[in-house]
């Protein structure tokens, strides 16, 4: 289906606009530093999808000239073994920050895990201290999936002031801190907003009301056109898995919205791959950059 050109919002090239800003700004800042800015990731475990998602941080880390490592743990890592390795992140002055990225195992307690990662070094904004003070709208590291949304926004020239938003999830890494976020009193913010999650009676009737929908629950396909008003702005989350059989990996990555059906209907849409996907990691790396300036914690 051919969707016209004004109507997509093109995270990959906005994306891709605002990382070129930052390698100038990178390059300028290494005239007079010592070292490039450092994002640490760990991840334990060989899940696909989380293997896929560091690697993208990893080089995209290249791409801006900052330095990246890899922490690779074996998946019976344990809790304590993951607690030495945050700690060892925590004080390494040569790292300005770093992720774990999540899913963590079954075996493995994430918030004891994310409550460990000092806030000042907590660029995934995941940290209790983090999310308060974005709840306060005080200066913190803004979780990075919410961060690239209000990005695509403001960059496509949406205006919110006084939309009503549904936003569709109440997870702690999108759903509920891009509902916060939307509310605030700022200039991508002040939303009405509504949260729906799996114990709300009737989403389509919310969905319906709604002037910005931001999609994110994991169900490929979920936001069908009848679901959504004329004229709406369209965020999808979603990336899930499903088989694409002849294709070459033999899945592709589906969004939580009918695209075809809803996107004839939208007056603005992010596609899936290459709409919210390539903000986040752009959010974590100016997240990174905030660290290695120390802009938010002296
Ligand atoms: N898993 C899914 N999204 C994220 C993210 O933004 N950060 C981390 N650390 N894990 C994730």
């Not at 209907?265 to 990174?288: D, E, F, K, W, Y």
Request: charged share 20%; net charge neutral; aromatic share 4%.
């Amino acid at each position: 289906m051919t969707i016209a050109a004004n109507k997509l919002i093109d995270g990959k090239l906005i994306a891709q606009t605002i990382q070129d800003e930052m390698a100038v700004e990178v390059a300028d800042m290494l005239k007079s530093s010592t070292r490039a800015p450092h994002l640490a990731a760990v991840l334990v475990g060989n899940d696909g999808g989380s293997l896929t998602y560091v690697n993208a941080k990893v080089n995209a880390c290249e791409r801006v000239g900052f330095a990246s490592t890899l922490h690779h743990l074996d998946e019976w890592t344990t809790e304590e073994e993951l607690l030495k390795v945050v700690e060892q992140l925590n004080q390494n002055p040569e790292v300005d920050g770093f992720i774990v990225q999540l899913p963590l195992p079954k075996h493995i307690n994430e918030n004891r895990i994310i409550e460990a990662i000092s806030p000042a070094k907590d660029v995934d904004g995941f940290h209790p201290v983090n999310v308060g003070r974005m709840a306060l709208n005080l200066p913190c590291y803004l979780p990075a999936t919410p961060s690239g949304i209000l990005q695509l926004l403001e960059r496509s020239g949406v205006t919110t002031s006084g939309k009503h938003c549904v936003v569709i999830g109440r997870s702690n890494i999108v759903g509920s801190p891009i509902s916060i976020l939307l509310a605030r009193n700022e200039s991508i913010g002040n939303c009405t907003v509504t949260l729906c999650h799996s114990k709300t009676a009737d989403i389509a009737y919310h969905t319906r009301q709604a002037d910005i929908i931001v999609m994110a629950i994991g169900k490929p396909g979920f936001l069908k056109a009848d679901m959504v008003k004329e004229g709406a702005v369209i965020i999808d989350v979603g990336t899930t898995r499903v088989d694409a059989p002849g294709t070459k990996l033999g899945w592709r990555l589906k969004g939580d919205v009918d695209f075809d059906g809803v996107a004839p209907l939208a007056s603005r849409i992010t596609p899936v791959p290459g709409g919210v996907g390539p903000m986040t990691i752009t959010g974590l790396l100016q997240n990174t950059l905030l660290a290695a300036k120390k802009a938010i914690y002296k």
